[in-house]
Nanobody, 123 residues
């Protein structure tokens, strides 16, 4: 069992930056960030394979968001730059301890989920 604790959400004006953190209680194989805006389905944002450090981003955030990790702390970060109002959502950290055949940002790939942290971007 892995527990995930997110932090770092908040409110920012368009064009600003925020950094989210997700601390895992144990080692993982892959961690990811998802988000869900009101009235919309949850969508994958970015993922990192914790062993290799390989990353993958959704098209909507590529070039603006950066996922990184501190393996010593079992912590993953999401640096969000050039934020826009459409980035407003509840952001969730997710993790899996095993390799699966699902697409990297398919939520079915992930077993463990954090409680979420709100990000609000005003225009």
């Amino acid at each position: 069992q892995v527990q995930l604790v997110e932090s770092g959400g908040g409110s920012v004006q368009a064009g600003g930056s925020l950094r989210l953190s997700c601390a895992a209680s144990g080692r993982t194989y892959r961690m990811a960030w998802f988000r869900q805006a009101p009235g919309k389905e949850r969508e994958g944002v970015a993922t990192i394979q914790t062993g290799s450090g390989a990353t993958y981003y959704a098209a909507a955030v590529k070039g603006r968001f950066t996922i990184s990790q501190d393996n010593a702390k079992n912590t993953v970060y999401l640096q969000m730059d050039t934020l826009a109002p459409e980035d407003t959502a509840m952001y969730y950290c997710a993790a899996t301890t095993s390799r699966t055949a699902f697409y990297a940002l398919d939520e079915r790939r992930y077993t463990y989920w954090g409680q979420g942290t709100q990000v609000t971007v005003s225009s």
